[in-house]
């Protein structure tokens, strides 16, 4: 045996005892290691189902977002445009806020009974 070999196998840690079926006894450790391993990667799937089902039950909120993301900029600007005529003449402000909401509510109504 070369000299790097015999320092190399004097570095190595001795093994455990063979038992009689042939193998080494395993060390308490290695065995609350597995469990523990077993135990983390059933956690991870048990996350992973639940961030699944989370996902699904707030997908129309996530939707409605969204559409409100989608129509930021018009919104602020016809709030600004209503707030802006408010300040002036605050009675026409309200009336043109009502007329726009019950515009909307009608449009929403029409469109459900066509989708029909």
Do not use: C
């Not at 001795?14 to 042939?22: E, K, S, T």
């Not at 919104?75 to 003449?89: D, E, P, W």
């Amino acid at each position: 045996m070369s000299s790097s070999r015999q320092s190399l196998a004097r570095r190595e840690p001795a093994l455990p005892p063979v038992q009689g079926n042939g193998r080494r006894s395993a060390h308490p450790r290695d065995a609350r290691r597995a469990e523990l391993e077993a135990r983390i990667s059933q956690q991870r799937l048990d996350v992973s189902h639940a961030m699944r089902e989370l996902r699904e039950a707030t997908a129309p909120i996530d939707r409605g977002w969204a559409k409100v993301q989608q129509y930021r900029g018009p919104l602020v600007l016809v709030g600004g445009l209503i707030a802006a005529r408010g300040g002036f003449r605050p009675k026409k402000g309200l009336s043109l806020l009502k007329r726009g909401l019950m515009s909307w509510v009608m449009i929403r109504r029409l469109r459900i009974l066509f989708d029909k």
